[in-house]
């Protein structure tokens, strides 16, 4: 029996870093949605694991036991031939690898009947919240995740320009590491263009580090607000994909078509994000 499945972009709307741990891990508190675009999977049982990795953005994805599907295989105790088809941006802050780790964990435990310890913690602290895959408040370092079913479907256009960042180091570039959290309540039954207004007062404590380590998020932030009609531009995760909220559906694909006409060497794509 072969499953395939699909492991969303994940989209930080907000990230708002509260605190730090005495291991150097920070407290966070977020709201994660996920894109229609993604990376594709085929899981297939059998006696050995085995990995095959093709699609447009395979190039630097590990192929040996250190990538984040083979881990989740081990961490759930079973064997399986899985093909991968990258098509998401790795190191990006929209959680390629955590999301595929997220969906094999949540397909082999539906296949197996094993739970998944510590819902994946241990692969990455974004791995539980990209098992889920559904809009949710993310605290703790990752561990505690609140599905938040009343947020309004977003017109987005996501933005990387190939650059890739990985996360430590812009943790390790944040000044200030206690910020006030988000407001207890998350609005709930919003229409989209007030929940973006309020969006407009949270923050992603990260857009400051991921800048000085990375400059070209800047570009890419100045880029999306020279869009027609863009209500919102916010980096995602830790970088350097950024997003940029529109209007609607038809507004979204014709930033997304200028700025791939303008860039056309950046990865680029619109989207819904729920
Ligand atoms: C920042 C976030 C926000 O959603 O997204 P990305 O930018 O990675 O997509 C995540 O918390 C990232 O999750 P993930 O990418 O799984 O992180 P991990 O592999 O566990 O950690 C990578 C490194 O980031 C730092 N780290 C990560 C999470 C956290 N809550 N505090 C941290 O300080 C640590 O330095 C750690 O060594
Ligand atoms: N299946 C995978 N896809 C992408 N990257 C992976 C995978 N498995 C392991 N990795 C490694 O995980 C790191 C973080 O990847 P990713 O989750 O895409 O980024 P981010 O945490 O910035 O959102 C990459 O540098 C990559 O080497």
């Known amino acids: 029996m072969t499953v395939e499945a699909f492991a969303p972009a994940k989209v930080n709307l907000t990230l708002h870093v509260t605190g730090r741990r005495d291991d150097g891990y920070h407290l966070l508190d977020s709201i994660v949605v996920f894109a229609d675009v993604g990376d594709r999977l085929r899981i297939t049982p059998t006696p050995k694991t085995i990995l095959r990795i093709s699609g447009p953005l395979s190039q630097g994805v590990p192929t040996d036991d250190s990538n984040l599907v083979i881990r989740a295989a081990n961490l759930i105790g079973a064997t399986a031939e899985i093909e991968l088809e990258k098509h998401l941006p790795n190191a990006a ?138 209500l919102l531009s916010r980096m995602s995760g830790s970088g350097a994909t950024c997003f940029g909220l529109y209007p609607d559906a038809t507004t979204a694909k014709n930033a997304a078509a200028r700025l791939q006409s303008n860039y056309p060497n950046w990865w680029i794509r619109s989207t819904r994000l729920s």
């Open 93 to 230: 802050g929209i959680g390629g690898g955590s999301s595929d780790a997220g969906t094999i964990l949540r397909v082999l435990r539906d296949m197996t009947g094993t739970p998944v310890p510590d819902n994946g913690l241990s692969l990455g602290a974004d791995v539980p919240v990209c098992m889920h895959a559904k809009a949710a408040r993310m605290r703790g370092i990752g561990e505690d995740v609140l599905p938040l079913d009343h947020l309004p479907t977003l017109n987005a256009v996501l933005v990387n320009s190939m650059v890739a960042l990985p996360t430590g180091p812009v943790f390790g570039n944040l000044e200030m590491k206690e910020n006030p959290p988000m407001p207890d309540a998350i609005p709930a039954n919003l229409d989209a263009p007030a929940f973006v207004d309020w969006l407009g007062q949270m923050r992603n404590d990260l857009e400051v580090p991921a800048i000085t380590v990375e400059p070209a998020v800047t570009a890419t932030l100045n880029a999306l607000n020279a869009t027609q009609d863009c």
